[in-house]
């Protein structure tokens, strides 16, 4: 495996984490940034940050190996997906400890 496959792969799960605690930021404060929201545009709110999360984090995840899958360098586009979800796994890990470590 390629060190730029490595590189890519682990600055797009970077990437992840850095739009995670975004969007976990975001959902804890909410009701501090947007007050009580008790409508069905609160429930629709949430629905669309969760397949907008969907749809981002799966384009970082698996968005350049299906590039290089469909460029015809399926080797290439296997092991970037497979050292994408290392490193999440790894990165996963991390937080854990981190998390586990601080309580």
Do not use: C, H
């Not at 990437?15 to 008790?38: C, H, K, P, Q, S």
């Not at 995840?61 to 586009?77: D, I, K, M, N, T």
């Amino acid at each position: 495996m390629s060190k730029k496959l490595l590189t890519r792969s682990l600055l797009n799960t970077l990437g992840v984490i850095a739009y995670v605690l975004i969007v976990a930021t975001i959902m804890r404060n909410g009701e501090r940034l947007f007050g009580e929201m008790d409508s069905v545009f609160s429930a629709a709110a949430f629905l669309m940050l969760f397949s907008v999360s969907a749809a981002v984090v799966g384009s970082l995840v698996f968005g350049y190996p299906v590039v290089l899958f469909l460029a015809g360098q399926r080797r290439e586009g296997i092991l970037s997906a497979v050292a994408t979800m290392g490193w999440m796994v790894i990165e996963t890990a991390v937080i854990l400890v981190v998390v586990a470590s601080t309580r």
